[in-house]
């Protein structure tokens, strides 16, 4: 079982560059969530979705957007890369019925030089 | 969301039981309490979750007070594979909330 995918793993980026992350998941989960960690601190909600064609922001959405065009993906978006973006990101999703039990990828690690 | 405190690190040995305890006194009546682990370079895995008095699966079990203002972890005989960071969470997420917080969590070390 697949579960939840991140693509890419790692990823090296120049401040003012853009750059897609994609989370894909075969569970038929309805909400899904974009995280970021940080070294020492815990998970933070950046966007998340509670389902095809819908997205709203978490605590931490500045910078980044985020689509969910079909219900088994949802994009990260970064615009204009920022050293301060540097950060492991998570995608996870849950079902409408137990949303506190998420499930989450194996994380994308960006670096914003 | 309820906020959570819970011991920044704990040291064990293998073969022990390791008891986390979280605080949660502004707990809602809606709240469950959820617990995730998580070990280095992967994403948090969900362990147990409860809404009062005990909850055990294959894993770990979960203890709560009959005010739940607080929540304890369980693992049973711990092993080197269960040093990682756990974390403790309460609350139940809606679409109009916009604060699920996991913390900084608890890191455990198990050494043999």
Known sequence: NAGVTQTPKFRVLKTGQSMTLLCAQDMNHEYMYWYRQDPGMGLRLIHYSVGEGTTAKGEVPDGYNVSRLKKQNFLLGLESAAPSQTSVYFCASSQTETKNIQYFGAGTRLSVL | ?112
């Open chain 2, 1 to 112: 969301l309820a906020k959570t405190t819970q011991p920044i690190s704990m040291d064990s040995y293998e073969g022990q039981e390791v008891n986390i305890t979280c605080s949660h006194n502004n707990i809602a009546t809606n709240d469950y309490i959820t617990w995730y682990q998580q070990f280095p370079s992967q994403g948090p895995r969900f362990i147990i979750q409860g809404y009062k008095t005990k909850v055990t699966n294959e894993v770990a079990s979960l203890f709560i007070p009959a005010d739940r203002k607080s929540s304890t972890l369980s693992l049973p005989r711990v092993s080197l594979s269960d040093t990682a960071v756990y974390y403790c969470l309460v609350g139940v997420f809606n679409t109009g909330f916009q604060k699920l917080v996991f913390g900084t969590g608890t890191r455990l070390l198990v050494s043999p």
